[in-house]
């Protein structure tokens, strides 16, 4: 497995978001700045209504923003045993640690990207090949870590 293609994909992916991110707060700053009549009350309320979309979205990109820095810091470097940056299989599906964007497709697999603090990456954690561990009760073994 190429976990440099896998990391540079990932990284792709959150660019995008952060993308579509600031696209999105500017587009609502500008329909903000557009609204402007003499409704009184109304027009507060549907500015007052823009600004908390606003401060939405620039919550979701700040957290982007904070995936994008923690993945610049990953390596590529095969790993020993489960950790930041590990990419594990198991018998019941492949795993990348690092941010977590859902799932991505690498060389006709499916690859589950989940974050270092999500619980089935605190259940591997530390363990190393042919190891086992549960989760919800369903026993998993890992078979490989790259």
């Known amino acids: 497995m190429n976990k440099e293609e896998i990391l540079k994909i990932l990284k792709n992916k959150i660019s995008q978001k952060i993308s579509v991110f600031e696209n ?23 500015r007052e209504m823009l600004q908390q979309e606003i401060n939405n979205v620039q919550r979701q990109l700040n957290e982007t923003l904070n995936q994008q820095s923690f993945l610049q810091k990953l390596s590529a470097e095969t790993c020993e045993k489960v950790q930041n940056g590990a990419l594990v299989k198991t018998d019941k599906g492949l795993f990348y640690i690092s941010a977590s964007v859902g799932e991505i497709a690498f060389e006709d697999k499916k690859i589950m990207t989940i974050s270092g603090e999500s619980p089935l990456a605190k259940e591997m954690f530390g363990k190393k090949e042919s190891e086992t561990f549960i989760m919800n009760t369903v026993t998993q073994t890992i078979e490989k870590i790259w």
């Open 24 to 46: 999105l707060i500017n587009e609502t700053r500008a329909s903000s700045n557009d609204t402007k009549s003499s409704m009184g009350d109304k027009y507060e309320t549907g």
